[in-house]
């Protein structure tokens, strides 16, 4: 055997030994390497129905507590758009201000950071004019007014305005008629709640209108309101009763006024990156979900303000019914300030489909 040989058979002997140590013993004809320990993990091995393509996990976020509504209707959302799509895409939920303040969360969604999210449209103020209208005192005078506004023309409209903004409206849901909580005393008139310290929402409108009644209106993040409650830094706050619920504004709050001064409707919201990589069967599939899920996270909430006013006075809250048409009538001077910015012609459209 010549040198030359020898190089050439220890050669291939290594590289035979390579071979075997890189595929674990080969022996079963695989092309592949054999999978690194950790893909056996065991909830792989047995799933009889994993997605051949790989799944998109899209980040759902909302400040509420898990248990509210916004949350729960974006679990109904994503299982809907989960069989819907052959599990192409899943809905994994973020509440409870894990991922920010509402005004933070929509940022995200317009980065693409976030998809989607159910929010007031208070907060949205800050990015569009077109939801303004919305957030009057008293606009809707009912749920079903509410709804036959925003589920239909003048809701479209209104998303149309979002149009160049990074972030696409697919459906109003729902937060509810906001009502006041305190810690000083039962409120019945506008003047009860004069130079009381109130977190509103950060909304202009909002503030005007407590600034009516002789409040303090003092803007601040969700996520900080249980703590400012409980030290004192602010006397009351104003929410649905389902917010006021799930949060255990009971247990830092003595007293709730039903004044339903403003109604809070909830867009769905998904980011517009993700809309635009959408093929427009899935567009389809999105939109319609987000009807229908609306129909779904709405009953939620109706099923909760039905119940909720026995069960917070039974956590000790102690509820009084304001005369709404005083309130009504002192708030009214915020229309005329923002009639210009919204439109007189929306505001009166919709006052006329009140009935
Ligand atoms: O949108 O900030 C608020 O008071 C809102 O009602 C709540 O976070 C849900």
Not at 260 to 285: M, N, R, V
Request: proline share 6%; glycine share 8%.
């Amino acid at each position: 055997m010549s040198k030359k040989t020898l190089k050439i058979l220890s050669l291939l002997l290594v590289l035979v030994f390579t071979l075997v140590t890189v595929t674990g013993c080969g022996g079963n004809g695989a092309e592949e390497p054999a999978p690194a320990p950790e893909a056996e993990a065991p909830e792989e091995s047995g799933e009889a129905e994993a997605p051949s393509e790989e799944q998109i996990v899209l980040k759902g976020a909302t400040t509420p507590d898990a248990s509210h509504p916004y949350n729960q209707g974006l679990i109904v959302y994503g299982e809907m758009l989960e069989e819907r799509t052959n599990g192409k895409f899943r809905v994994e939920t973020y509440p409870d201000s894990q991922l920010g303040s509402e005004r933070e969360i929509i940022e995200g969604v317009q980065m693409g950071t976030i998809d989607l999210t159910v929010v007031s449209t208070a907060p949205l103020a800050g990015f569009s004019d077109a939801f303004l209208v919305t957030d009057l005192p008293f606009i809707f005078v009912d749920k079903p007014h509410a709804y036959r506004v925003l589920d239909g023309e003048i809701g479209e409209g209104i998303f149309a305005q979002l149009e160049g903004t990074g972030i696409k409206g697919l459906a109003f849901w729902e937060n509810g008629f906001r009502n006041i909580t305190n810690s000083k005393g039962p409120i019945l008139t506008p003047e009860d709640v004069q130079g009381m310290k109130i977190r509103t929402m950060e909304n202009q409108i909002h503030m005007d209108s407590f600034r009516q009644v002789g409040a303090d209106p003092t803007p601040m993040a969700f996520g900080e309101l249980f703590t400012a409650l409980q030290q004192g830094t602010v006397d009351g706050q104003e929410n649905p009763l389902p917010i006021i619920s799930v949060s255990r504004f009971s247990e830092v709050q003595d007293h709730l006024a039903l004044t339903g001064h403003f109604y809070a409707p909830a867009p769905l919201l998904i980011s517009g990156a993700l809309w635009d990589s959408l093929t427009d069967e899935e567009k389809e599939i999105f939109q319609q979900a987000a009807y229908d899920a609306r129909e779904i996270e709405r009953g939620m909430i109706q099923d909760m303000d039905d119940r909720l006013v026995e069960e917070l006075e039974a956590e000790g809250m102690e509820i009084t019914r304001p005369d709404k048409a005083a309130w009504q009538e002192a708030m009214a001077p915020v229309y005329e300030k923002w009639e210009e910015t919204i439109g007189a012609d929306l505001i009166q459209q919709i006052q006329e489909m009140a009935e």
